[in-house]
């Protein structure tokens, strides 16, 4: 059972996100022995926990250990620490005394973090103030925002991830322009992790173009995937030429009516050519499902597709929390990181979800009758296998006779029978109308159905639109 925890333990390592791995154990003296149900859980998780203090002997070396346990997970860098707990039988209290919950009977699962800050203990002093970066403030410059990123509003573009914390401001068709020799700029920064796009990754390994990083203040390492990044530090006024300025917002501008333009009526037939059905359905969801959210909403985003569907359509905005596991982009337990952010978030929660992301966490799903259930929708678009392997290499023709089985991995589960089974609501839906489906209370489920026969040629027709129209 404490494996199923990995996972956890290692998106928080590398988002940086502060974790207690509690797992109950056997007492040492039966470890190796044969004793069932009895692993070496000591040291299980590795590198990617902060620590793993050795947990017994007197009640206050349990409480010191505890101590230096949260002091590690909200420290420099925050990330995960393992509590390793063994128990001898009996298992139940000495005074025969059951704990049922917090002060006044309330469930443990209610408490909502906030009232106290751990993150200056012990672990380790606040990393000290970065020096300014040696860049050229009066270059063309582009700022490249992953999570992890502070906010950001330096006057420059910004091509910002829909969970970093600059995603609000963003060049909304960044992602789109990225590569265009009329918007290349002479000097990149890096804020956060950005994973999400290669035009992005292509533009940090141009050995033409000079490459910075902003120091985390939390102490996380800085992103240099191509080991072009030439120094680290805090970023300084910028100010650069306004013609440079009018050029990305021009084309923002023209790309972004191009987009819209492309989502609605069909990439295909926009560009005179043969057609290939409607613009990608992923795409047309994350639009419209973005817009329709109220202020105040939170949105958990799960990787694959949706995360960057909503990155590559939907018009950033504000008045949004956004969440996704980029630490280390897993679909793994997806449905029970959207249940536990939306019991902690003091409004709607809507969670975007691909199938076989759905798919690989049901269980997540099973809530007991005594545990509150969250005001959460999932929208899920099913399209029956793993259309992000459509838009990459092995979705080409050539690969198409190994793909399905290798790649598309279809399913055929009937997610409206499975809910059923689980006692969550459902309801289908198509792309256009999934705002109608937004404003009940409680858990359910929205399906929207899709095809990954045309993901490919649908994506390629629309970035030939959007290039052509910037072109003009």
Not at 248 to 254: I, Q, T
Not at 257 to 264: C, F, I, N, S, V
Not at 384 to 400: D, K, T, V
């Amino acid at each position: 059972a404490a494996a199923n925890l990995f996972p956890a333990v290692l998106e928080a390592a590398y988002a940086g996100v502060p974790l207690l791995a509690l797992t109950a154990d056997r007492p040492a003296e039966l470890v190796g022995t044969g004793a069932s149900q009895t692993i070496d859980q000591v040291g299980m998780f590795g590198t990617a926990v902060r620590l793993a203090p050795a947990v017994g002997g007197t009640q206050a070396q349990v409480r010191v250990a505890v101590d230096r346990a949260v002091a590690a997970a909200c420290g420099t860098p925050p990330g995960p620490v393992h509590l390793n707990l063994p128990f001898k039988e009996p298992l139940i209290p000495d005074d025969a005394t059951w704990p049922t919950g917090r002060d006044g009977g309330a469930p443990w699962t209610t408490w909502r973090p906030g009232h106290a800050d751990v993150a200056t203990s012990s672990a380790g002093a606040p990393p000290p103030s970065a020096s300014p970066l040696p860049l050229d403030p009066a270059a063309p410059t582009v700022v490249i925002a992953g999570p992890g990123s502070p906010a950001l509003d330096v006057g420059v573009p910004v091509i910002a991830e829909p969970s970093s914390a600059s995603w609000s401001g963003a060049v909304r068709t960044g992602p789109w322009l990225l590569g265009r020799p009329d918007l290349a700029p002479e000097q990149v920064v890096v804020a956060g992790r950005p994973t999400l796009h290669r035009a992005a990754a292509r533009l940090l390994g141009d050995p033409g173009v000079a490459v910075y990083a902003l120091a985390d203040d939390r102490g996380m390492p800085w992103t240099d995937v191509a080991g072009s990044v030439r120094a680290i530090g805090a970023l300084p006024s910028l100010r650069p030429d306004p013609e440079w300025l009018r050029r990305w917002a021009d084309a923002d501008k023209v790309a972004a009516a191009a987009l819209d333009e492309a989502l609605d009526e069909g990439a295909g037939a926009l560009d005179g050519q043969a057609s290939v059905g409607r613009a990608p359905a992923g795409l047309r969801l994350a639009r419209a499902l973005v817009a329709a959210l109220p202020n105040g909403a939170q949105l958990v985003l799960g990787s694959s597709n949706p995360v960057r569907d909503v990155a590559l359509a939907a018009a950033p905005r504000g008045g949004l929390v956004v969440r996704s596991n980029r630490g280390v982009a897993g679909i793994d337990g997806t449905v029970s990181t959207a249940i536990g952010a939306a019991l902690a978030h003091d409004g709607p929660t809507v969670a975007l979800l691909g199938d076989l992301t759905l798919l690989h966490d049901t269980t997540g799903l099973v809530i007991g009758p005594d545990e509150p259930r969250p005001d959460l929708t999932f929208v899920v678009l099913n399209d029956n296998g793993g259309g992000i392997f459509n838009l990459l290499e092995q979705g080409a023709h050539e690969h198409s006779a190994a793909f399905e089985r290798v790649f598309g991995t279809p399913h055929r589960v009937d997610l409206a029978a499975l809910c059923a089974a689980i006692g969550v609501a459902h309801v289908r839906a198509e792309a256009s109308d999934v705002a109608a489906h937004l404003g009940s209370p409680g858990l359910r489920l929205v399906e929207v159905t899709a095809e990954r026969g045309g993901l490919r040629a649908g994506h390629a027709a629309l970035r030939a639109h959007i290039a052509a129209a910037v072109g003009r």
